[in-house]
């Protein structure tokens, strides 16, 4: 449906975050070619793209191909990108609320959900944010230096896809799966010494409650033919559900079936046994982390625990049994999810923030007249960048409608950035930085090198 505008401004709207969430809110309410519709992105680094940039595995570039359609939507003249620019500090929300006819919050989920046992302090027990974000240049994460030269056996918490992730970057040979990526090269550089053979993933729960998906593993237990061998899993997580094969969905069906093929392959090859190693655990929770020294663990406690399902319609739960066990782990990587936060001055813009689940409460994107939330931030840190899109165009369609009943005209802060004495990234300042970053890796032989630190980048367009 094509709405007709009768005013003869245009109405303002400002984006706060230019990941995914951001980009796809501008797409979807520039889509109309005729519409009259300012947007203005601003990003509190100085570069766009957010979790496309930095939260993407490096052997995974066709996720980051959203990125074309992000480019045709900067280069709408309707369009603004003000990167460098940190709202709640540089900008109030405040400004924002008076400026312009909407504003849309879509800076996503920065925070970790804490692993809150014995131990957890310890150097040696990294976040997957972290250390996803320190191989992907995330900028405040550089000086991280995970001691993998020291570490033999490392324990992942959680099953997603990231988990699956972070396997395949700590054991898979740097030439020729990372070498060639947009890896940093002081990643590149650790990973190289890595001493890492093995990879124990853990869940709280059993084998068909895995988060990650069958292409993942799939992906990961094809590495047997680069030398990275999958240890199993238990027959006890197995055994039970054989008999129930023909009643399981079709992906817990395939799910059984690539662990059983697999298993039998390796049962018939004579090839060479693999170097590296990684296995599945479950029914497992985390309780106490034992140090061995203040750079590397010893060991991780758990409790096990099981599978409850009272009724057919009631979704399956854990219960602890009392009984324990230990891994051994030289070090720890917690991949249990983001959490959103509150930027600053927004509850005291008037803005409600839940901050035990870390996202803004609304309605449909709708969290007060002439305020929204789209993304990860609107509805917590769930789903992949495909489902930020249909959220994303399903907000804007939100802010297209309150629009159309909206006769207040607004000037948006174009002017007022302008002039400050901060530098700010402009789109033009970004393509230069995008050049700069793919001659460098062109000279590599990789996709990307990556600009590290913030003064790098601001010194680059100066």
């Not at 046992?117 to 974000?133: E, M, T």
């Not at 124990?200 to 068909?208: D, F, Q």
């Not at 010893?298 to 009631?314: A, C, G, M, T």
């Not at 400050?420 to 996709?447: C, F, M, R, Y």
């Amino acid at each position: 449906m094509i709405r007709q505008f009768v005013r003869f401004y245009s109405q303002k709207v400002a984006i706060v975050g230019s990941g995914p969430a951001g980009f796809y809110t501008a797409l979807r309410l520039l889509k109309d070619p005729s519409q009259k519709i300012n947007v203005d992105i601003f990003e509190k680094l100085p570069v766009p793209y957010g979790l496309s940039r930095f939260g993407v595995a490096p052997d995974h570039p066709e996720v980051k191909e959203c990125q074309t359609r992000f480019e045709e939507v900067a280069h709408d003249k309707r369009f603004n990108f003000y990167g460098n620019v940190d709202i709640g500090k540089d900008v109030s929300i405040e400004m924002l609320k008076d400026n312009y006819n909407a504003v849309i919050f879509a800076y996503g989920c920065s925070e970790d959900n804490k692993l809150n046992i014995k131990g957890a302090d310890h150097k040696g027990v990294i976040s997957s944010r972290q250390f996803v974000g320190w191989y992907n240049g995330v900028f405040d994460l550089q000086d991280l230096n995970p001691p993998l030269e020291k570490a033999r056996r490392v324990v992942i918490i959680g099953n997603g896809n990231v988990a699956l992730d972070l396997t395949r970057v700590l054991l898979g040979p740097v030439d020729p799966l990372w070498k060639s990526t947009d890896i940093t090269a002081k990643a590149i550089s650790k990973l190289k010494e890595s001493k890492v053979e093995h990879v124990t993933i853990v869940g709280r729960r059993g084998l068909l409650q895995s988060a990650f998906t069958n292409k993942e593993l799939k992906e990961l237990i094809d590495m047997h033919s680069i030398g990275v061998g999958f240890k199993g899993v238990s027959e006890d997580h197995i055994a039970p559900f054989a008999p129930l094969a023909k009643n399981l969905g079709r992906i817990q069906k395939r799910r059984l079936d690539l662990l059983t093929k697999y298993f039998q392959k390796v049962k018939n090859s004579t090839k060479t046994a693999c170097t590296k190693e990684w296995e599945l655990q479950y029914l497992l929770s985390p309780k106490e982390i034992i140090a061995k020294d203040d750079q590397l663990l010893s060991k991780v406690v758990f409790e096990h625990n099981v599978l409850v399902q009272p009724d057919i319609d009631v979704p399956v739960s854990i219960e602890p049994t009392g009984e324990f066990t230990e891994l051994p782990a030289d070090l720890l990587i917690y991949s249990t999810g983001y959490k959103g936060c509150a930027i600053q001055g927004l509850i005291e813009a008037g803005i409600p923030f839940n901050e035990k689940k870390g996202y803004i409460p609304n309605k449909d994107g709708r969290v007060s007249p002439g305020i929204y939330a789209s993304g990860w931030i609107r509805r917590g840190a769930t789903g992949a960048i495909a489902s930020t899109m249909m959220d994303a165009f399903f907000v804007a369609e939100t802010v297209l409608s309150d629009l159309d009943n909206s006769s207040t005209e607004k000037h948006g802060l174009g002017h007022y950035i302008s002039k400050q004495n901060k530098p700010v990234v402009t789109w033009q300042d970004w393509e230069k930085i995008q050049e700069h970053e793919s001659e460098a890796g062109t000279s590599l032989g990789k996709t990307r090198e990556k600009l590290t630190t913030i003064d790098q980048v601001l010194e680059l367009i100066k």
